[in-house]
């Protein structure tokens, strides 16, 4: 298995996210993280089989979950459902500091009867692709808690990382009875879009190199180009070329810091047509130059 490095996201064939695992032995990805305007892993649409808490406890931040943006605030925690397309973005001009806690279900799968009465009714569930703990809620410092001691002792633990886990999923069970089920209303068209959506990104992560049209991104999800405009717009926040160009640049920002390569090299090999438009279309969604961004990361 190919892991990623801090802020490069890597995908698998059918375009989902390998999620960076402390250890690859036991599927969890725990960890004291921080965002701040222009980092490399804001605003990258990504999913996985893995759920996903993010909480808060220094700023404020953004977060996207199948096309809702929450503002998560000092003590909020949000859960994201297995295989939901989401992304984290900056609200304010400063570091914001969160512990994240990546899991793969099977870790809480003790038994077959453990995995169809409690695991798979919430993973399957396309109602509840998310869940928002808001910090006066009265289980949200629970859940931040949790998380809190995961972040500090349990990383390399897994009998830990089990024990928080399952109490994580308890306060998940208890928020999804009827008497606190997250009500998102009936998907209807959304569930096909979110899944032509995810065609059309993986379509992107293979031609990205290639000078691609918005035909071809369209095509790719077997929906009009009107269409495609309005499923990209909802789900990432972006246009389908602005997507194809933060992908292209987020694919130059990992060959600046691994490659000694020159620009026009790196150029050619990412699907612009010249250096001086890359660093154009760079600079837009890093606020700093090619050149800048590699001697700072050096640094």
């Not at 959304?190 to 071809?216: P, V």
Request: hydrophobic share 35%; with cysteine; proline share 3%.
């Amino acid at each position: 298995m190919v892991f990623a490095k801090r802020g490069i996201i890597m995908k698998r064939q059918d375009g989902s996210e390998i999620v960076n695992y402390n250890d690859e032995s036991f599927p969890s990805y725990i960890h004291d993280g921080y965002i701040y305007p222009g980092c490399s892993w804001e605003r990258v649409p990504h999913y996985h089989e893995d759920v996903e808490f993010i909480s808060v406890y220094s700023g404020e931040m953004g977060y996207s979950v199948g096309g809702v943006n929450f503002t998560l605030k000092k003590g909020d925690t949000l859960f994201v459902n297995s295989e939901k397309i989401h992304f984290s973005f900056s609200t304010v001009d400063r570091v914001t500091s969160y512990y994240i806690a990546v899991m793969h279900p099977r870790i809480i799968c003790s038994s077959y009867a453990v995995e169809t009465k409690a695991i798979k009714p919430i993973i399957t569930d396309k109602t509840i692709p998310f869940i928002h703990f808001k910090a006066d809620d009265f289980d949200g410092p629970a859940v931040q808690n949790i998380l809190k001691e995961m972040c500090k002792s349990a990383v390399e633990d897994e009998f830990l990382i089990t024990k928080g886990f399952f109490e994580l999923w308890e306060i998940i069970m208890h928020r999804c009875t009827d008497a606190f089920r997250v009500h998102v209303g009936h998907m209807g068209d959304g569930d096909s879009h979110h899944n032509k959506l995810k065609q059309m990104m993986l379509f992107i992560d293979e031609h990205y190199n290639e000078q691609i049209t918005l035909l071809d991104i369209s095509n790719a999800g077997c929906v009009s180009q009107s269409l495609c405009n309005q499923i990209f717009n909802k789900f990432t926040d972006k246009s389908p070329v602005e997507y194809l160009l933060h992908y292209r640049s987020r694919k130059v920002a990992d060959l600046l810091q691994a490659t000694k390569m020159t620009m026009s090299e790196i150029a050619e090999i990412t699907g612009f047509t010249g250096a001086s438009y890359m660093a154009e279309t760079f600079k837009k969604f890093y606020k700093m130059s090619p050149r800048d961004f590699r001697k700072t990361t050096k640094k």
